[in-house]
């Protein structure tokens, strides 16, 4: 990879993967919808570089479903980079995905890109939050490299989206990690998972992206919670030499389950 070349990736976020092979979240089996988006991907995806993982990776925090999260992501054959999300046991994320393939590493140097990871998880809470560490970390592994461009990956959105039953869950100190972001002058976006929907934004010349679940999706705009009957999805991206980004999302032809908005979430 040099400093010419764009850096294809891809990002396969909230899988929300059970212990059980036929667990439902909301009538949907999260087992059998990923691996039909890995099916897609395998199929119609251009050529890419690696994989990030934006949290949520199981739904029930067990270990066999941290094990089924490896198996399908290994037909990939590329590497791949895990956040924790709300519903993932940090340490028991990093036993089960930190090898030669699956990596929960702090930062990525790619070409001209630094890819930079926080861990926004708050235990206990489904909301977001940066213990300073993380911002501390933000703020060295940026000046700790020459990169041009940087990308920061998070699990919880920044800000809020105008979707009131969402937002109670936005990263609560978001506005400092967008200011340190501004602040640096090389970030050219924050991506994000959690929000199980599309969302492209921008903010002083930052791309804000947010991307659908591999399972159900939430329906933008609701002040309740409330379900969108959208396929299941994921999200290409191409980081350019000259730091601009060119992503889209790519959905399912159809839904893999009828969903189910009266069972429970858990």
Known sequence: M???????LLQITDTHLYADPGGRLKGVRTDRSLSAVIDQVLA???P???????????HDDSDAAYDRFRGHLQRLGRPVFCLPGNHDEVEKLRRHL???TFHCNRSLRVGPWLLV???????????????ESELDALDRSIRGHDARHVLICVHHHPRPLGSAWLDTMVIDNGDELLRRAVRHGRV?????????????????GMRLLGSPSTCIQFLPGSDDFALDPAPPGWRWLRLQPDGSIDTGVVRLPAP??????DAEYG
């Open 2 to 8: 040099t400093e010419t070349d764009s850096i294809h």
């Open 44 to 46: 119609t995806a251009p």
């Open 48 to 58: 890419f570089e690696f994989v990030l993982s934006t949290g949520d990776l199981v």
């Open 98 to 100: 930190n090898d030669e």
């Open 117 to 131: 990871f926080l861990d926004s998880s708050l235990p206990g809470s489904a909301g977001g939050h940066l213990a």
């Open 188 to 204: 050219r976006g924050i991506l994000c998972g959690h929000i199980h929907q599309e969302y492209d934004a921008e903010l002083q």
């Open 256 to 261: 893999t389950d009828v969903l189910d908005p």
